[in-house]
């Protein structure tokens, strides 16, 4: 599987934006999805995860309750949806699979990494 996200861009603190990740071939269901944010100078870190089946969802403790994390089979696609957005969510997101997973992910554990979209948060 090939993967492509996309849906960055620059938004104020407060605002909302949604990623998507478009997957390439017929075995985007069997992997568990990822999206992962990086800073300059900073190393890769765990955002949100669901697993294969999109029955359980993961956050790291400073995203929770402000996005979400989907998945759409049929359109071999993931998603995160991301609302009341601060400064420091700034960075290049990216998506990243991996085969069989759940939805705790880990940056060192994906099969198979998209290029990322930077979300630029303004104060």
């Known amino acids: 599987v090939q993967l492509q996200a996309s849906g960055g861009g620059l938004v104020q603190a407060g605002g909302s934006l949604k990623l998507s990740c478009a997957a390439s071939?017929?075995?985007?269901?069997?992997?568990?999805m990822g999206w992962f944010r990086q800073v300059p100078g900073k190393e890769r870190v765990f955002v949100a995860g669901?697993?294969?089946?999109?029955?359980?969802?993961y956050y790291t403790d400073s995203v929770k309750g402000r996005f979400t994390i989907s998945r759409d089979d049929v359109k071999n696609t993931a998603y995160l949806q991301m609302n009341s957005l601060k400064p420091e969510d700034t960075g290049v997101y990216y998506c990243?699979?991996?085969?069989?997973?759940?939805?705790?992910?880990?940056?060192?554990?994906?099969?198979?990494w998209g290029k990322g979209t930077l979300v630029t948060v303004s104060s």
């Open positions: 990243a699979g991996k085969l069989y997973g759940t939805s705790r992910l880990s940056e060192d554990g994906m099969d198979v």
């Open positions: 071939g017929r075995t985007f269901s069997s992997y568990g």
């Open positions: 669901i697993n294969r089946f999109g029955s359980t969802t």
